[in-house]
């Protein structure tokens, strides 16, 4: 069992430019859950996907966007990139079965300069 | 803002001393979950306790949850120096898909 795997691991870009972050779950595990953690502090979610549809969502602009396949993976899609989004990018995946552990992955560091 | 504060924000300790963190949130919940975090890495999960649970233990882990007082504590027994890592308390409310973290506790167990 590969547990949640997440990539790139590191990646730079420019600001203004756009990035895609991919996240497979774990095996058996059918919902995503994205979180954006800054230097120092505690995760903050962005937004759920279960069957291939977003079905919560944080306080985050539009420019944050993503996706879930029919395998369950997906992808986080950040637009026109600010300083600000430099941070660490937690996938989460989890059983929609309900009241259930989440399983994170280990991380995407992005940082925009 | 942060459902989950935990307190104390920073802890030092000496090998094979035991470490408590506590957690406080603001509203009522389906379960609590603690995590372990190494140097900006992912999240290791460690226990889930539901609200209907007063006390779980998981290997040296000891986690109690008081829903009365809104708070839960994690107890990690004859800490070790690889326990050394921020940990973090995470709340899934009813009607809600995410989970709401404070800003974790770094803990430092010194050798």
């Known amino acids: 069992d590969a547990g949640v795997t997440q990539s790139p691991t590191h990646l730079i870009k420019t600001r203004g430019q756009q990035v895609t972050l991919r996240c497979s779950p774990k095996?058996?595990?059918?919902?995503v859950s994205w979180y954006q953690q800054a230097l120092g502090q505690g995760p903050q979610f962005i937004f759920q996907?279960?069957?291939?549809?977003?079905?919560q969502r944080g306080n985050f602009p539009d420019r944050f966007s993503g996706h879930q396949f029919p395998n369950y993976s997906s992808e986080l899609n950040v637009n026109a990139l600010l300083l600000g989004d430099s941070a660490l990018y937690l996938c989460?995946?989890?059983?929609?079965?309900?009241?259930?552990?989440?399983?994170f992955g280990q991380g995407t560091r992005l940082t925009v300069v | 803002s942060q459902q989950g504060e935990e307190d104390p924000q920073a802890l030092s300790i000496q090998e094979g001393e035991n470490a408590t963190m506590n957690c406080s949130y603001k509203?009522?919940?389906?379960?609590l979950q603690w995590y372990r975090q190494n140097s900006g890495r992912g999240l290791v999960h460690l226990i889930l306790?539901?609200?209907?649970?007063r006390e779980k233990h998981s290997g040296r882990l000891r986690v109690t949850l008081d829903t009365s007082k809104k708070s839960s504590s994690l107890l990690i027994t004859a800490s070790r120096a690889a326990d050394t890592a921020s940990y973090f308390c995470?709340?899934?409310?009813?009607?809600?898909?995410?989970?709401?973290f404070g800003k974790g506790t770094k803990l430092t167990v010194n050798p």
């Open positions: 306790i539901r609200s209907n649970e």
């Open positions: 509203t009522s919940i389906n379960n």
């Open positions: 095996s058996g595990h059918d919902t």
């Open positions: 995470a709340t899934d409310r009813s009607g809600s898909e995410k989970l709401v």
């Open positions: 996907y279960y069957e291939e549809e977003e079905r």
């Open positions: 989460a995946s989890s059983s929609n079965r309900g009241d259930t552990e989440a399983f």
